[in-house]
């Protein structure tokens, strides 16, 4: 069984700040890369940043400047650094990593649950 977890989101005022972590759980034999994805009231659901696990990052242009991703091999968690949000940050966002499975062949895509940010304005 794989699990990932989200956690760090809530309510902030526009301006400030926010980090969400995403813990990968379970049977897992290495994990390739792990990134967030938003998606808004009638909005589609689109990339905000991904990481590899070589620390090859990319970011949409709309958060660029504004949120760092990271992540800690050891501990199978990825992190949101968000500041400077913006009441176009309001969304649901999700932690989603390429996970091998032990004794599985092959990398499976696997998501969190999804944790709410709300800014405020």
């Known amino acids: 069984q794989v699990q990932l977890v989200e956690s760090g989101g809530g309510l902030v005022q526009a301006g400030g700040s926010l980090r969400l972590s995403c813990a990968a759980s379970g049977s897992i034999f290495s994990i390739n890369a792990m990134g967030w994805y938003r998606q808004a009231p009638g909005k589609q659901r689109e990339l905000v940043a991904s990481i590899t696990r070589d620390d090859l990052t990319e970011y949409a242009d709309s958060v660029k400047g504004r949120f760092t991703i990271s992540r800690d091999n050891a501990k199978n968690t990825v992190y949101l650094q968000m500041n400077s949000l913006k009441s176009e940050d309001t969304a649901v966002y999700y932690c989603?990593?390429?996970?091998?499975?032990?004794?599985?062949?092959?990398?499976?895509?696997?998501w969190g649950q999804g944790t709410q940010v709300t800014v405020s304005t």
């Open positions: 989603n990593a390429a996970i091998r499975r032990a004794q599985v062949l092959g990398t499976s895509w696997y």
